[in-house]
């Protein structure tokens, strides 16, 4: 079946730009989504098809993809910005749905 | 406001069948399918499958195929998740979404 993979961790100090890979083989066809989850909340949608950002989040976060890679950037993150953050996409029959791993990132 | 409001913890014991809902609200619930998601104790997110409420289409996850059923009823704007026969591993949270809108979370212990 379909994976998406991603860093199980990255650390930044506060400032510092943090980048959160994910990798799938068909991701140059496909979308990547990207959430945040801090802990004992529900994910929030922080970038929507590769680099699109919703309202109400932070222009400090962007998104891009390249190829098998997708990409989330977190510029000058801030202590606020420490969560659990997850890729998600399709295979390429649009049916199937995957979540990245999860991607621990810690601000201090 | 655009809206999922799921229903309310649940514990339940191994072999006894379970569904859970989630309401749409603030929006056409037949635009956008409902995805199911789980997520274990300290474990990342797991999709499950999804439906399309406008015609109860159907996509699973091979790791959920067989194991859970997903079903909608349009005219109550409420998708739903069900099990025949729970099990311990069973025990989650389990979020129902559109891509930018997530409900608050159903938690399922299953416990003897």
């Known amino acids: 079946s379909y994976e998406l993979t991603q860093p199980p961790s990255v650390s930044v100090s506060p400032g510092q730009t943090a980048r959160i890979t994910c990798s799938g083989d068909a991701l140059p066809k496909k979308y990547a989504y990207w959430y945040q989850q801090k802990s004992g909340q529900a994910p929030v949608l922080v970038i929507y098809?590769?680099?699109k950002r919703p309202s109400g989040i932070p222009e400090r976060f962007s998104g891009s993809s390249s190829g098998t890679m997708a990409t989330l950037t977190v510029s000058g993150a801030q202590v606020e910005d420490e969560a659990d953050y997850y890729c998600y996409s399709t295979d390429s029959s649009d049916n199937h749905w995957v979540f990245g791993g999860g991607t621990k990132l810690t601000v201090l | 406001e655009v809206q999922l409001v799921q229903s309310g913890a649940e514990v339940k014991k191994p072999g006894e069948s379970l569904r859970i809902s989630c309401k749409g609200s603030g929006y056409s619930f037949t635009s956008y399918w409902i995805n199911w998601v789980r997520q274990m104790p300290g474990k990342g997110l797991e999709w499950m499958g999804r439906i399309d409420p406008s015609d109860s289409r159907t996509n699973y996850s091979p790791s959920f195929q067989g194991h859970v059923t997903i079903s909608a009823d349009k005219s109550i704007r409420t998708a739903y998740l069900q099990w025949s026969s729970l099990k311990a591993s069973d025990t989650a949270i389990y979020y129902c979404?559109?891509?930018?809108?997530w409900g608050q979370g159903t938690t399922v212990t299953v416990s003897s």
């Open positions: 979404a559109r891509k930018d809108v």
């Open positions: 098809e590769d680099s």
